[in-house]
């Protein structure tokens, strides 16, 4: 059950057209976001990130990571981290 769901958020990702950002690429000055994706089953829970990853898009917030929180051996839901670059600083 594990690999399944495990797939399954690995293929939403790529779905998303989001890739998890590298370390290495990281901004010292990015802004982290943390947000609950609540619900139960693969293809709710797909859709439901795919809408919230669309939201946090539009806002110009871009995809981090994602944990799958399961308790007593059941998906109860997501966190999902998003980034987005401060704004650099005017120049005096």
């Not at 010292?28 to 946090?56: L, P, Y």
Request: cysteine-free; hydrophobic content about 45%.
């Amino acid at each position: 059950m594990k690999t399944l769901i495990t797939g399954t958020l690995v293929a939403l990702t790529l779905l998303a057209g989001t890739s998890p950002v590298r370390a290495a690429d990281a901004d010292a000055n990015a802004t982290a976001m943390t947000v609950w994706v609540n619900g139960h089953g693969q293809k709710s829970m797909a859709d439901k990130a795919n809408k919230m990853h669309a939201e946090m898009a539009a806002k110009g917030w871009r995809f981090k990571d994602l944990e799958v929180y399961i308790e007593n051996g059941d998906m109860q839901g997501l966190f999902v981290t998003y980034v987005r670059d401060s704004a650099p600083a005017k120049a005096p």
